[in-house]
């Protein structure tokens, strides 16, 4: 697994991705991205609209994550306009009415146990980012939290996946494909803000009260004290679950939220969603998790009573299972596997600092 460790500004962590791999191999995983979506008509002037106006409000909200992606695309020689586009194409197929998801994911917390309250993920998307998937370790001026320790893709930034910092909070994600969006918060922009000003899930939950959501997608999140939470980044404004074992995948779940999940439209991580959340619901509840008992779990394959947590691609260019984490909040470290946790190749990273 690549890993890039940097103490600097916003704009320095994203510089330090150079060399990290390959220019082409971020590029066919990115910008290459961007320019089928403008060739397909997803990429319209509809959308560069949309675009100009989601760049104001992350200039106004948010300069540090646009500062870094500028230090990103300063790292390979990329357009930054491109990146930005690339972090927004799940929106913007979206809005094209598209439910193809790009990644699709399932993730979920507990409370408590040996290793403390824990936050796991399959991250599940395309299989081009296998060759660049990293764990990014910052630290700078603008995180308040201490080190954040991440999961993403060179070429993105940081906590494009999950993350968790020194003070013991922890977020991952899930991709949810939905009709309905507005100019606000991308999910790929508040991950890394939670990481760098939110201690405790109850600081994050403010943060994430305090602006309006571009829309699509779900948070769970745990920290140190075994405070957990789940949310729905609705465009309408996000919904939130507070205490106990959470768990999401790919729909919307809660009563205001759920008619806004696109349908799955012959997409395999969509339309096996609910299959997934269903069995997590079934397993999750009334049992103590430690690290290993959670990896164990994440490599299930579809069979009778299970459901495939562990995706496999049916061609190169599909979706599958490419990295599992398990994030201790009070450890503070991640068990991340290269690949399908299937594979059983997992290794340990150290905890922030």
Same mark, same amino acid.
Request: proline content about 4%.
């Given at each position: 697994?690549?890993?890039?460790? !940097?103490?600097g #500004?916003a704009?320095?962590?994203g510089?330090?991705q150079?060399?990290?791999?390959?220019?082409d191999?971020?590029r066919?995983?990115?910008?290459?991205?961007?320019?089928?979506? *403008?060739? @397909?008509?997803?990429?319209?002037?509809?959308a560069e609209?949309?675009?100009?106006?989601?760049?104001a409000?992350?200039?106004?909200?948010?300069?540090e994550?646009?500062?870094?992606?500028?230090?990103?695309a300063?790292?390979?020689?990329?357009?930054?306009?491109d990146?930005?586009?690339?972090?927004h194409?799940g929106?913007?197929r979206?809005?094209?009415?598209?439910?193809?998801?790009?990644?699709?994911?399932s993730?979920? !917390? !507990?409370p408590?146990g040996?290793?403390?309250?824990?936050?796991?993920k399959?991250r599940?998307?395309?299989?081009v980012?296998?060759?660049?998937?990293? /764990?990014? *370790?910052?630290?700078?001026?603008?995180?308040? #939290?201490?080190?954040v320790?991440?999961?993403s893709?060179?070429g993105?930034?940081?906590?494009?996946s999950?993350?968790?910092?020194?003070?013991?909070?922890?977020?991952?994600?899930?991709?949810?494909? /939905?009709?309905?969006?507005?100019?606000?918060?991308?999910?790929?922009?508040?991950?890394?803000r939670?990481l760098? *000003?939110?201690?405790? /899930?109850?600081?994050?939950?403010?943060?994430?009260?305090?602006?309006?959501?571009?829309?699509?997608?779900?948070l769970?999140?745990?920290?140190?004290g075994?405070?957990t939470?789940?949310?729905?980044?609705?465009?309408?404004g996000p919904?939130?679950?507070?205490?106990?074992?959470?768990?999401?995948?790919?729909?919307?779940?809660?009563?205001?939220?759920r008619a @806004?999940?696109?349908g799955?439209d012959?997409?395999?991580?969509?339309?096996?969603?609910?299959?997934?959340?269903?069995?997590?619901?079934?397993?999750l509840?009334?049992?103590?998790?430690t /690290?290993?008992?959670a990896?164990?779990?994440?490599?299930?394959?579809?069979?009778?009573g299970?459901?495939?947590l562990?995706?496999h691609?049916?061609?190169?260019?599909?979706?599958? #299972?490419?990295?599992?984490?398990?994030?201790s909040?009070s450890i503070?470290g991640?068990?991340?596997?290269?690949?399908?946790?299937?594979?059983?190749r997992?290794?340990?990273?150290?905890?922030?600092r």
């Open positions: 697994m690549i890993e890039v460790s !940097v103490n #500004t704009y320095e962590r510089r330090a150079a060399g990290a791999a390959s220019v191999a971020v066919n995983a990115t910008v290459a991205r961007v320019e089928r979506a *403008r060739a @397909e008509g997803v990429i319209d002037a509809a609209t949309y675009l100009a106006a989601q760049r409000f992350h200039e106004h909200h948010d300069p994550s646009l500062s870094e992606l500028v230090g990103v300063a790292a390979f020689g990329l357009a930054e306009p990146l930005f586009a690339h972090l194409l929106t913007l979206d809005i094209k009415g598209g439910g193809t998801l790009l990644d699709g994911c993730a979920w !917390v !507990v408590s040996p290793e403390g309250a824990l936050v796991v399959n599940d998307t395309s299989g980012h296998a060759g660049i998937q990293c /764990v990014l *370790r910052h630290s700078g001026p603008d995180i308040v #939290t201490g080190q320790l991440s999961l893709s060179l993105s930034l940081a906590a494009w999950s993350g968790i910092n020194a003070a013991g909070l922890a977020v991952a994600d899930t991709q949810v494909a /939905v009709n309905r969006h507005r100019v606000g918060w991308l999910r790929y922009f508040l991950l890394p939670l760098a *000003r939110a201690r405790t /899930v109850a600081e994050a939950v403010v943060l994430i009260r305090s602006l309006p959501h571009a829309g699509g997608g779900t769970v999140l745990a920290d140190q075994g405070a939470a789940a949310v729905e980044l609705s465009a309408s919904v939130i679950t507070q205490g106990g074992v959470q768990w999401r995948t790919n729909h919307y779940t809660a009563t205001q939220t @806004e999940t696109l799955p012959g997409d395999k991580i969509a339309s096996n969603s609910h299959q997934r959340f269903d069995f997590l619901g079934r397993v509840p009334d049992r103590t998790w /690290v290993q008992e990896k164990d779990l994440m490599a299930t394959h579809p069979g009778p299970s459901a495939p562990c995706q691609a049916d061609d190169v260019d599909g979706s599958e #299972t490419i990295s599992s984490v398990v994030y909040c503070g991640m068990e991340i596997s290269d690949g399908a946790p299937c594979l059983s997992w290794q340990r990273i150290e905890p922030s």
